[in-house]
């Protein structure tokens, strides 16, 4: 009898250890979950200013690709501008040579 008290007795201290062991762990685990949040956090708030950042400079590089089409664009409506002026000169003149020629 005296070795089933011992036995309950140690069977007692074990489970009071365990139970002692696991509220360790279930805190450790809290702290690690606590600690792996912030870090988590931080890296997470470095990335969303990177994305603000790369945002902001593609922003800056659509304003400036759409100035560059526009200057391209009235360049391109003057160089036709000057194609047509030219066109009607060489025209012009072909026109005044015929005529010199005819008369001769």
């Given at each position: 009898m005296?070795l089933?008290k011992d036995r309950?007795?140690n069977?007692?201290?074990?489970?009071?250890?365990?139970g002692?062991?696991?509220?360790s762990l279930?805190?450790?685990?809290?702290?690690?979950?606590l600690?792996?949040?912030k870090?988590?956090?931080?890296?997470?708030?470095?990335w969303?200013?990177?994305i603000a950042?790369?945002r902001?400079?593609?922003?800056?590089t659509?304003?400036?690709?759409?100035?560059?089409?526009?200057?391209?664009?009235?360049?391109d409506?003057?160089?036709?501008?000057l194609?047509v002026?030219?066109?009607?000169?060489v025209?012009?003149l072909?026109?005044g040579?015929i005529?010199?020629l005819?008369?001769?």
């Amino acid at each position: 009898m005296e070795l089933l008290k011992d036995r309950t007795g140690n069977l007692r201290e074990d489970v009071d250890n365990l139970g002692k062991a696991l509220e360790s762990l279930k805190q450790g685990q809290a702290g690690l979950r606590l600690e792996l949040l912030k870090e988590l956090t931080a890296k997470n708030d470095s990335w969303k200013d990177v994305i603000a950042e790369v945002r902001r400079e593609a922003a800056v590089t659509n304003q400036k690709l759409e100035a560059l089409s526009k200057r391209l664009d009235e360049w391109d409506r003057r160089l036709w501008g000057l194609v047509v002026l030219l066109i009607g000169a060489v025209l012009s003149l072909a026109s005044g040579l015929i005529v010199v020629l005819v008369r001769r």
